[in-house]
Nanobody, 125 residues
Framework: QMQLVESGGGLVQAGGSLRLSCAASERTFSNNGMGWFRQAPGKEREFVAAINWLGDITDYADSVKGRFTISRDNAKNTVYLQMNSLKPEDTAVYYC??????????????????WGQGTQVTVSS
């Protein structure tokens, strides 16, 4: 059972930056595709970004493209989400997720097998 622990959330002003980290408990982390999702109050969970096992294929939601960057360090069992030019509408709980399949990327939450507890990101205007 893989465990995922997010960190790096917090309160930031609009236009600022944050870097989220997600540490995985398994040494087989490099076999997993990874994703970031977010959920704002009263809204459904939505896809943010995804990355394949090697880190050479990524995908982003249109709302974050050009502002957010997903990356991973398989030696550290960690995936990152660098968030720049943050906007108040980015305020949400951010979750990382892992999927068994390492090839390709997917936006579908049902394709992910493990989820972290989430970290709160609040962007003030």
């Amino acid at each position: 059972q893989m465990q995922l622990v997010e960190s790096g959330g917090g309160l930031v002003q609009a236009g600022g930056s944050l870097r989220l980290s997600c540490a995985a408990s398994e040494r087989t982390f490099s076999n997993n595709g990874m994703g970031w999702f977010r959920q704002a109050p009263g809204k459904e969970r939505e896809f943010v970004a995804a990355i394949n096992w090697l880190g050479d294929i990524t995908d982003y939601a249109d709302s974050v493209k050009g502002r957010f960057t997903i990356s991973r360090d398989n030696a550290k069992n960690t995936v990152y989400l660098q968030m720049n030019s943050l906007k108040p509408e980015d305020t949400a709980v951010y979750y990382c997720a892992a999927r068994f399949r390492r090839l390709g990327v997917t936006r579908a939450p049902d394709e992910y097998n493990y989820w972290g507890q989430g970290t709160q990101v609040t962007v003030s205007s």
